[in-house]
């Protein structure tokens, strides 16, 4: 099932409960506590463009992608009037740009779709190969107790007024992925419903697997933290940041 295609459309709408701007300031924190000043960054896995919108406004020199031609589509319309952006279809598996940055930044547990071990590896590789010196990468995921506890094996549902979902979630124990049923109808301009449907699978890493992969590809130090803050995490943290040098 192709992911993210009409799903694209009701993203932004669906993620009304995301404050971008504040997580932006939270990478902005994390520059000045590492006592790094990007020029450059680039981001994966942009989706439709809500972190890049306050990265380019910042006006540093951004390169973003995303797998999903869709969730480019509605990053386009928020970037369009910035010059200081590339928007590019990668993969962040494979992806090879030929250029070097700062900073790489993926947020809102993008890191989770990987579900292979070893392709998580890869995709660290290209982070490393694409950092200069002293480079700095940011991350995060979902947490091992989220996906497991709070997310899996249960069942969601939101009623706004131009689109309803039913979330089914399913957890496996021996895999550790969570999939993901969505169901959507969303409201047409007629006023009829249009149906379609989602189906995601996120994998639920420890914390340690993560240092551990980072470390193994050469990264030196790498620190991890309750998401939004600078606070150990615990058996109950729900999202986790990671900062990793080069």
Known sequence: MKKYGKFARVYDELMVDFD??????????????????????????????????????ERYDLTCFDISEDMLSQAYEKLRRYNNVDIMKADMIDFNLNKKFDSVVSICDSINYIRKKDDLEKVFKNVYDHLKKDGIFVFDINSHYKLKHIIGNN??????????????????????????YLTFFFKRDDGTYER??????????????????LRKIGFGKVDFYQAFSFEEIDEKTE??????NK
């Open 239 to 244: 999202r986790i940041n990671f900062v990793a």
């Open 20 to 57: 971008y701007e504040e997580w932006f300031a939270y990478i902005k924190d994390i520059f000045n506590r590492y006592d790094k000043n990007p020029q450059n960054i680039l981001e994966m896995a942009c989706g439709t463009g809500n972190l890049s919108y306050y990265l380019a406004k």
């Open 196 to 213: 379609f449907d989602e189906h995601h699978i996120e994998k639920a890493y420890k914390a340690n697997e993560i240092v551990d992969l």
């Open 155 to 180: 069942t969601f549902a939101e009623d706004s007024e131009e689109v309803f979902y039913i979330w089914e979630n399913f957890y496996d124990e021996i895999d550790d992925l969570c999939e993901f």
